[in-house]
Nanobody, 118 residues
């Protein structure tokens, strides 16, 4: 499985960005996809997840502002980010999980940088 993320950039506080993550390869078995972010000097943070079947979860700090979605073919994952704040500045990474008999394999995309200016 290969993941290619894009959509980051520089935006003013209050603005919006839409991140995309294109999945390719053996994606049929993927059951969870999502986004992490990591700000400079901070730990990696799980931002949002999308579980096959359509359930979604968000970290508290982005609830009501971010929306995660995925197309039915599992080929594209999105993160719509509205009302951006300076604290949203980070490198954003998409990931995908594929269950195995005993555990799961996690795949990662390269980061896409989001910078929110205040």
């Amino acid at each position: 499985v290969q993941l290619q993320a894009c959509g980051g950039g520089l935006v003013q506080a209050g603005g919006s960005l839409r991140l995309s993550c294109a999945a390719s390869g053996s994606i049929a078995g993927i059951n969870v996809m999502g986004w992490y972010r990591q700000a400079p000097g901070k730990q990696r943070e799980l931002v949002a997840t999308f579980v096959s079947g359509g359930s979604t979860r968000y970290t508290d700090s982005v609830k009501g502002r971010f929306t995660i979605s995925r197309d039915n073919a599992k080929k594209n994952l999105y993160l719509q980010m509205n009302s951006l704040k300076s604290e949203d500045t980070a490198a954003y990474y998409c990931y995908a999980e594929q269950p195995t008999d005993w555990s799961a394999i996690t795949y990662w995309g390269q980061g896409t940088l989001v910078t929110v200016s205040s």
